[in-house]
């Protein structure tokens, strides 16, 4: 096979492959050279698993930024207010998390990698690093730094650990000068980074 | 629109928002959802998230009953880790069975 024909994204990620990575990518490549599997079906589960999962925060997030009454209920119930939407959470119950001017919130999951999929898709490769996993927990503001977003120490940093049956999502603080803006033009600026709490939305 | 809420009610519970806890220090073998990071540390329930199916029965293939209160902990971060470099109001939050707390 040729050596370069999957990804190998460990930009945060800085230690070497896990025993279970070394041998989940052994078994990949020998069912391939057998001619098992091809790349491309690896590559098609792949994108079914995104289409299990469709990349929906950016919409619930805006409707928030725009509905005072909407964001409450958020709050108040995740599950409930997406349903509302007309997004099914499945069987994720959320716990939608509010940034305030002194309270910027940041999502982990320092047991595996739980992550709000119904709602944000597939989680990003840094997410599942140990490298984020060990470090957000105890030294959330250089890592915060090190996604460029540096918070003033008079802004709490409250560090949500993901480790059982609730999902997380952190709605970000609507950016000054998107007065008047639509729906889809602030949900365009709300990115997945924004939703875990690393980045904060930008115009 | 009357849904029902998404939390599965806990109305038989030890503890209640507010109530100060500690989790315990303790280091069974077996699949665990309380961190070792956060045993033995201090904190105030957040909110009651509802009863769910033990996941440490679970994993093992069990039904998960009886079910367990399921509650959100808050933790000053000064005291999850002695070491702490940034300012007092930071917290962290997780969630934690009843079984693994205590009051405190």
Request: aromatic share 10%; net charge neutral.
């Amino acid at each position: 096979m040729k050596p370069h024909d999957h990804s190998h994204d460990r930009s945060f990620d800085d230690g070497p492959a896990s025993e279970y990575e070394i041998m989940s990518r052994a078994m990949q490549e020998l069912l391939i050279e057998r001619g098992v599997i091809t790349a491309e079906e690896v590559r098609n589960r792949m994108e079914q698993f995104d289409a299990d999962f469709p990349y929906r925060g950016p919409r619930v997030i805006a409707h928030a930024w725009t509905d005072r009454a909407f964001k409450a209920r958020l709050l108040a119930d995740g599950k409930r207010a997406c349903a509302e939407f007309g997004i099914d959470l499945e069987a994720d119950r959320l716990i939608a998390v509010e940034n305030t001017p002194e309270l910027h919130n940041v999502i982990v999951c320092t047991l595996c990698s739980c992550y709000p999929r119904a709602l944000l898709g597939m989680p990003p490769t840094w997410y599942k690093s140990e490298n984020y996993r060990r470090r957000v927990v105890r030294e959330p503001r250089a890592v915060l730094a090190e996604f460029g977003t540096r918070l003033p120490e008079q802004v709490a940093v409250r560090v949500h650990d993901s480790n059982a049956d609730m999902r997380y999502v952190v709605v970000p603080m609507r950016p000054a000068g998107t007065e008047g803006w639509s729906e889809d033009q602030l949900a365009r600026i709300i990115t997945r980074d924004s939703l875990v709490g690393v980045t904060l939305p930008k115009i | 629109m009357s849904l029902p809420s998404a939390y599965t009610e806990a109305p038989v519970r030890r503890f209640n928002v507010g109530d100060r806890v500690a989790v315990k220090r303790s280091y069974p073998p077996g699949h665990r959802r309380t961190p070792h990071y956060i045993r033995g540390k201090r904190g105030v329930i957040e909110r009651v998230c509802g009863a769910f199916a033990n996941p440490e029965e679970l994993a093992y293939g069990f039904d998960g009953e009886p079910k367990r209160v399921l509650y959100r902990v808050r933790f000053r971060q000064g005291e999850v880790w002695r070491d702490y470099a940034g300012p007092e109001r930071d917290t962290l939050e997780l969630e934690v069975y009843e079984h693994w707390l205590e009051p405190a």
